[in-house]
């Protein structure tokens, strides 16, 4: 006790002094031998920092930090497990062209007039028959689908015919071709390329067209109720934060914006000089967005951003010389983003961190077969008793495959591992479109994974009764003529009205025959009475 007293004075009496007197202190220590915890401990206080200081001097501390997630390696799914045989569409639209939830996998595939997709059980894995059934009810080529959150049986796609259509899948896939939508949704004038589903609301479907249009879907009623009408050029990308209280977008106009959208009204926005911008994801709740784009060089580069002020960004770090998109996906769970570049057959991972250096790089997947495009399976469809922490289905379309990588942490306990499964965004909406409409924000109701736990959804997707409507125009109905933009729109427009003249022809010949056949019955009858009476 009286050491530990002794030493605190004098570790009291040599903090007292100033620097200069410290080092006469540590030097007379040296010259005598005298080596004490207090003059140790001066020793080190008066060393430089070895670390990257804001005047943009070299560090010398290693940038190396420990995270549970450095070993995270991805493993491809076994022959098996693949999904072979599949024709993926060629479109060149800068999209995934793949959906994935719980129960089904969903692919945009080529097709002879008019556009399509393929909906698989994800369980049902294999090579595919070449009659499958598909969703076949566009009149364009498909350009986007997404299942809905809280129900897995709803997807959601959009098309070149200018329209958005919801289906409902059912039970076990699809037996026959479908054609018949729950929800056809028309309010753009030019080919819609991009859906999205609100994050915590059960009815609202956002949509963004070439016509430089968001529309915001309620579909309690199957109507339009807002449009944000706030951008100069093609919108490239979309994203919410965690309640959807705010939306991001990248624009062709080279602008990053942040709206509110139930008002439209821009909250921030950024015009991207040396960083063009193609994608753009929202980091949970951390206040920050991630870009991925296009550097003055033309390297592919990465960005990221304070959401409250888009001045400048905070971090831009370039990430190699191909020309392929850079896909963005973020984990907010583990804090983990995924860069996937299209063409190419590389995932990086990084993780992301509220303090300098914020963006980690931890390690890369490679692949020799290029991606078209990658979907990601939900968290609480993930393989809990093996680490999986997340899994893409990658599109190969050279060879007509879909193949599932699963990213793992390795783990020798096989107990369910909390650090790195915290409570989730579950199945269950937070809210309806009505409260959502009404300017209610909440955040995701959450589930936990352990022991494989689902909340039973007890919803069910109702879809309004609503008679068609019209819009005539000296006797032409403008929701069905929709004026041709391209050469093969108009090519399009014009075999659809001769299948339709063709249709109505047959259509009349077999009334007309029936009109004979009634005549016919009818004399008989008059004939036949008056010789009973």
């Not at 070299?58 to 045989?85: A, I, L, Q």
Request: aromatic fraction near 8%.
């Amino acid at each position: 006790m009286r050491e530990k007293e002794a030493e605190q004075t004098q570790a009291a009496c040599f903090h007292s002094k100033g620097k200069e007197g410290r080092e006469e202190e540590i030097l007379a220590a040296r010259v005598e031998g005298r080596v004490d915890v207090c003059s140790l401990k001066a020793e080190a206080a008066l060393r430089p920092k070895c670390h990257r200081e804001d005047t943009g001097k070299m560090s010398w501390r290693p940038t190396y930090r420990s995270s549970k997630f450095r070993n995270v390696y991805g493993k491809v799914g076994n022959r098996e497990h693949c999904y072979d045989g599949i024709p993926i569409t060629k479109n060149v639209h800068d999209n995934h062209f793949c959906a994935v939830n719980s129960k089904f996998l969903a692919v945009v595939t080529e097709s002879a007039g008019g556009g399509s997709f393929i909906v698989i059980p994800v369980s049902q894995s294999g090579r595919l028959d070449s009659h499958y059934p598909k969703v076949c009810g566009h009149q364009g080529n498909v350009l986007d689908i997404k299942w809905n959150p809280f129900f897995e049986n709803i997807i959601a796609s959009c098309s070149e015919d200018t329209s958005v259509r919801v289906w409902e899948i059912p039970e076990g896939g699809l037996r026959r071709n479908m054609t018949e939508a729950v929800l056809e949704l028309y309010g753009h004038s030019r080919r819609v390329g991009l859906i999205e589903w609100h994050p915590t609301s059960s009815g609202i479907l956002f949509s963004a067209g070439y016509d430089y249009k968001i529309l915001i879907w309620n579909l309690e009623i199957g109507e339009p109720v807002k449009m944000i009408d706030c951008h100069t050029d093609v919108i490239l990308s979309m994203s919410f934060n965690t309640d959807g209280s705010l939306l991001a977008t990248s624009c062709k106009d080279k602008k990053l914006r942040v709206i509110e959208p139930r008002s439209g009204r821009v909250l921030q926005q950024a015009s991207c000089k040396n960083h063009r911008v193609n994608r753009v994801v929202f980091l949970g709740n951390m206040k920050r967005l991630l870009t991925t784009g296009v550097s003055r060089w033309n390297t592919r580069q990465i960005a990221l951003w304070d959401q409250e002020d888009l001045s400048m960004p905070i971090v831009e770090e370039d990430i190699d010389g191909l020309s392929g998109l850079l896909f963005p996906f973020y984990d907010a769970d583990t804090h983990m983003l995924y860069l996937a570049g299209k063409g190419d057959g590389n995932i990086r991972y990084f993780e992301i961190t509220s303090e300098k250096p914020y963006i980690q790089y931890l390690m890369e997947f490679r692949s020799p077969a290029p991606q078209k495009g990658l979907g990601v399976m939900p968290k609480h469809g993930l393989d809990v008793a093996a680490c999986e922490v997340f899994r893409f289905y990658k599109l190969v379309t050279l060879k007509g495959l879909i193949e599932p990588i699963s990213m793992i942490v390795p783990r020798r306990s096989d107990t369910y591992q909390e650090d790195i499964y915290p409570m989730t965004a579950g199945t269950e909406p937070a809210l309806s479109a009505s409260e959502w409409l009404s300017g209610i924000d909440r955040d995701p109701v959450l589930m936990s994974l352990k022991d494989g736990y689902h909340r039973p959804n007890q919803l069910v997707f109702k879809a309004p009764v609503k008679e068609k409507k019209s819009v005539v125009v000296n006797g032409i109905d403008l929701l069905e003529n929709v004026p041709p933009r391209t050469e093969n729109e108009l090519l399009r427009m014009f075999f659809r009205q001769q299948d339709e003249l063709r249709r109505l022809k047959e259509e009349l010949t077999t009334k007309d025959v029936r009109i004979r056949q009634l005549e016919l019955e009818l004399n008989n009858l008059k004939n036949v009475s008056p010789n009973n009476v």
